[in-house]
């Protein structure tokens, strides 16, 4: 069974730095291309970043880009996301999800993790 | 940046109704466009990819169509478990780009 468990989120203070995980199984993690999307709270869906299997191929949104650094360890089937210069605006739920292999969409989503950015 | 724009933003249906949302792109995504389903407090749920193929495990009520700028996402024969907010999203080029979503309610 696929499962991808997020954590590391937390209430942090602007400015301030948050490094999430999210801990792959079930699947092959190295031969997959793998995702950060947010959702502010009562919000939609954002893509934030994303990482190709072998960490070759690395995008952000404009939003992030400069603060967030995505990251994978394929020894430990674990995919990061280092985010520094924290603002109010990224405060939302971080999930991390799978790209389908030899598609384009996300077929497997964590359960997310919540990052808070308030003084 | 493509724009993904759904319509409605909400709807009213009942259990047994048929109900259609849109999607509309910015410009051409040829058949690059999923439809999410998400429930309260729960991750985003993968329903349909490549506009028309459903994802494994997925009722066959749900069905995608269009390509272009214009899709549709159809519902026929509502049930309770359906009701959520669904979204759209473009996968034709980076960043891959959500719409607003359309809250699916009783």
């Known amino acids: 069974e696929v499962q991808l468990v997020e954590s590391g989120g937390g209430l942090v203070k602007p400015g301030g730095s948050l490094r999430l995980s999210c801990a792959a199984s079930?699947?092959?993690?190295?031969?997959?291309?793998m995702n950060w999307v947010r959702q502010a709270p009562g919000k939609g869906l954002e893509w934030v970043s994303s990482i190709s299997s072998s960490s070759s191929y690395i995008y952000y949104a404009d939003s992030v880009k400069g603060r967030f650094t995505i990251s994978r360890d394929n020894a430990k089937n674990s995919l990061y996301l280092q985010m520094n210069s924290l603002r109010a605006e990224d405060t939302a739920v971080y999930y991390c999800a799978r790209d389908q292999r030899g598609g384009s969409c996300y077929d497997y989503w964590g359960q997310g993790s919540l990052v808070t950015v308030s003084s | 940046d493509i724009q993904m724009t759904q319509s409605p933003s909400s709807l009213s249906a009942s259990v047994g109704d048929i109900v259609t949302i849109t999607c509309r792109a910015s410009q051409s995504i040829s058949s690059y466009l999923n439809w999410y389903q998400q429930k309260p407090g729960k991750a985003p749920k993968l329903l349909i990819y490549a506009a028309s193929s459903l994802q494994s495990g997925v009722p066959s009520r749900f069905s995608g169509s269009g390509s272009g700028t214009d899709f549709t996402l159809t519902i026929s024969s509502l049930q309770p478990a359906d009701f959520a907010t669904y979204y759209c999203q473009q996968s034709y080029s980076t960043p891959k780009t959500f719409g607003q979503g359309t809250k699916l309610e009783i």
């Open positions: 079930g699947f092959t993690f190295s031969s997959y291309s």
